[in-house]
């Protein structure tokens, strides 16, 4: 979940390129917004659906929608206190401006506002009670890590309704435009309603499936005391199998934990191993903020490790010819091949810690390269289906 929407606003970048680079081959849509005494309406705000187009009239009531590709589109034109117009069968050709003339009417009575009206049902249709709905223009998430509501900045007006027995919801006095819905009940995993159209006096009907969420998870985000993300290292629970890598921005989730209480383990070259007890309750996710401490000494030895063997060294070989007897001779020769030998097993030491290290990253990649291979077909689909939703 939490990479998902890394995901889609990458494919929306690459799309944006291609959509550069063709420019020859759009098309434009230049259009007036008046009230029905003629008068120019500033500040209203004309979608392009299917597109990312979401455009505002100056000051002259004009608004340009440019570089759409050829066909047909239809336009959302909406203004607190006019009732909403949509326009649809908009025919836009290569080269070509296609002219659009609105006309809005005044709502003194519901002030442009409409209804939506929803149900939400588990992933057996059944009706989900006491579930929470949340309505805001636009979830704009936090960080790559997308677990909870926290997890977002809401932008526009929140409103928060809760499901009857029925599984029903009701919200009324929606000004126009175009909103998200996300739904949430402890004990579900949460979902998310993207591109629901609100219009003047019109009811919005839409259905939101909550799946059972059976197991917790744990996720957050992996720093170092200067404030530094820390990527790569490996987080897990001890006594079991659960784990995951930290990604390059410091982040991490570890899902499908079983209630009960754990010893998180954080192990990372250069820095010093971190332990945190914690409890996984059902049904709850943990985000958790983990900061670790560099290990200064193992710091200090890897810059002057190969200096200090060195000086060492020159020391003891003195000492060695300097020796009056041939007795101290043999006892610093000891001492010289006991230094080499500690030397040579620190080394060896150092390496092993770091081959562990790299092996439970590529088992982590392994694993997630398993899981992708088995399951193509249902990721594709889900992101298409999330990228059809949005869009």
Request: overall charge neutral; charged content about 30%; glycine content about 6%.
């Amino acid at each position: 979940m939490i990479n998902q929407s890394k995901i889609i606003l990458s494919l929306i970048f690459v799309l944006l390129i291609a959509f550069e680079t063709l420019g020859q081959e759009t098309g434009t849509i230049e259009g007036i917004v008046t009230s029905t005494d003629g008068k120019p309406i500033p500040g209203a705000t004309v979608i392009i659906k299917n597109t990312i187009k979401k455009l505002t009239t100056d000051f002259d009531g004009k608004f340009t929608a440019e570089k759409l590709y050829p066909g047909k589109y239809t336009a959302f034109t909406f203004k607190y206190g006019y009732k909403t117009f949509m326009k649809n069968d908009l025919k836009v050709e290569a080269g070509s401006k296609t002219i659009l003339e609105i006309t809005l009417e005044r709502d003194p009575i519901n002030q442009g506002c409409g209804t939506i009206s929803g149900r939400i049902v588990d992933e057996n249709n059944k009706p989900v009670s006491e579930a929470k709905i949340i309505l805001a223009e636009s979830f704009v998430p936090k960080s790559d890590d997308i677990v909870t509501i926290e997890d977002f900045i809401l932008k526009g007006t929140k409103t928060e309704v809760s499901s009857d027995r029925d599984g029903n919801f009701v919200i009324k006095n929606i000004p126009p435009g175009r909103f998200t819905a996300f739904a949430m009940k402890k004990g579900y995993k949460s979902h998310m309603h993207f591109s629901i159209y609100i219009e003047t006096e019109k009811t919005k009907t839409i259905e939101m499936k909550l799946h059972e969420q059976k197991y917790s998870s744990i996720y957050g985000r992996l720093k170092s005391n200067d404030g530094e993300a820390i990527p790569a290292a490996n987080i897990f629970l001890t006594g079991t199998r659960l784990g995951a890598a930290s990604d390059a921005s410091g982040n991490f989730l570890i899902q499908e934990i079983p209630p009960g209480k754990y010893v998180v383990n954080v192990t990372m070259l250069g820095f010093k191993p971190y332990q945190q007890s914690i409890t996984v309750e059902e049904h709850k996710n943990q985000k958790l903020a983990i900061t670790i401490e560099p290990d200064l000494s193992f710091k200090l030895q890897k810059k002057s490790d190969q200096q200090a063997y060195e000086d060492r060294l020159e020391e003891l070989r003195q000492a060695y010819f300097l020796a009056e007897s041939e007795a101290d001779r043999e006892e610093i020769k000891k001492q010289i091949r006991v230094f080499l030998e500690t030397m040579f097993d620190s080394k060896e030491k150092e390496y092993a810690r770091e081959i562990a290290s790299k092996k439970k990253n590529i088992e982590a990649l392994e694993q997630l390269q398993q899981h992708r291979a088995q399951n193509k077909t249902d990721i594709i689909e889900r992101r298409l289906k999330e990228l059809l939703m949005v869009y």
